[in-house]
């Protein structure tokens, strides 16, 4: 069964602070991974997708990792802020979006305290 | 930013009442997709359109109908609302291998 797992389900963190979330999956076969930004009452904002060949991929303070072989894929935030509060979700695509199917994570509630 | 609204953003209604979620995108993708979603759960995919009049049902089964005669338009219905549809409402378009969002309809069903 394609699913995908993320932990923790919610964290708390200081401002300033890094944080790592992590994303496990099943989905096979395998095309693409997606993290998104959810602020609560709106809708998922991209933040960076990565394939197969790609390791690392940055986009600002945000920095996504894939392990294809043990099919996990992580999310650093650095030096966290108040608007990072939000809920993080982990995306995973079967065979490319246009044909493929999308599988969602349930998310990581993240809060950043001052 | 992603050009794709979506209206109303939140809606109060009682039961048995029709309703319809607007979602409009004025980039010219083919691809849309409805999905529900209830506070800290995934997204499920309840209706997706791969272009004018091409409308199927998606993984979550919805009392809900879709409609596409306009590519830039995608309206979900209900004939009957119930307590039970009570969620976020979230449109989505895809172009190349990237997918846009738009904001959510809020609906609560008293």
């Known amino acids: 069964k394609n699913q995908v797992e993320q932990s923790p389900q919610s964290l708390i963190i200081l401002e300033g602070k890094n944080c790592t979330l992590q994303?496990?999956?099943?989905?096979?076969?395998?095309?693409?991974l997606r993290w998104y930004k959810q602020d609560t009452g709106r809708g998922p904002v991209s933040l960076t997708i990565?394939?197969?060949?790609?390791n690392t991929k940055s986009n600002g303070r945000y920095t996504a990792t894939l392990d294809a072989d043990t099919k996990q894929s992580s999310l650093h935030i650095t030096a966290s802020q108040l608007s990072d509060s939000a809920s993080y979700i982990c995306?995973?695509?079967?065979?490319?979006?246009?044909?493929?199917?999308?599988?969602f994570g349930r998310g990581t509630q993240l809060t950043v305290w001052p | 930013e992603a050009d794709i609204y979506q209206t109303p953003r939140y809606l109060v209604i009682g039961t048995g009442k029709k309703i319809t979620l607007e979602c409009s995108q004025t980039?010219?993708?083919?691809?849309m997709y409805w999905y529900q979603q209830d506070p800290g759960m995934e997204l499920h995919l309840i209706h997706y359109s791969y272009g004018v009049n091409s409308t199927e049902k998606g993984d979550l089964s919805s009392e809900s109908t879709v409609s596409r005669i306009r590519t830039e338009h995608f309206p979900l219905t209900l004939e009957s609302a119930r307590p039970s549809h009570t969620s976020q409402y979230l449109c989505?378009?895809?172009?190349?291998?990237?997918?846009?969002f738009g904001p959510g309809t809020r609906l609560t069903v008293l």
């Open positions: 994303c496990n999956y099943t989905v096979s076969p395998f095309s693409n």
């Open positions: 995306v995973v695509s079967d065979r490319g979006s246009t044909l493929g199917r999308l599988y």
């Open positions: 990565m394939t197969f060949s790609e």
């Open positions: 989505a378009s895809i172009s190349s291998d990237e997918q846009f």
């Open positions: 980039m010219g993708h083919d691809k």
